[in-house]
């Protein structure tokens, strides 16, 4: 079974910066379609970002132009760059291989001055 590992978030003022990564189990991390989504309570889970295999690359609206997805396929690892980060981002982000129900944990990203 693969698992899912994010590390990476915290408190950061308004216009700052954070970097998540995402370490996935497994040998053939590569052939996943990997998504960074994120929830706050009361709300359904939405998808941030995705990345295919291949490298291409989807955002929602409200981060395009400021989050960036990349995945490093020598270490397992898929990243979500965050600038210019809004209090509205405050959630808790969640990766996941899209298409199969292998979530991680989530980690904390709170945006407040």
């Known amino acids: 079974q693969v698992q899912l590992v994010e590390s990476g978030g915290g408190l950061v003022q308004p216009g700052g910066s954070l970097r998540l990564s995402c370490a996935a189990s497994g040998s053939i991390f590569s052939t996943y379609f990997m998504g960074w989504y994120r929830q706050v309570p009361g709300k359904q889970r939405e998808l941030v970002a995705g990345?295919?295999?291949?490298?291409?690359?989807n955002y929602g609206d409200s981060v395009t132009g400021r989050f960036t997805i990349s995945r490093d396929n020598a270490k397992n690892t898929v990243y979500l760059q965050m600038n210019n980060l809004k209090p509205e981002d405050t959630a808790v982000y969640y990766c996941?291989?899209?298409?199969?129900?292998?979530w991680g944990q989530g980690t904390q990203v709170t945006v407040s001055s």
């Open positions: 990345i295919t295999r291949d490298g291409t690359t």
């Open positions: 996941r291989i899209v298409g199969r129900n292998v």
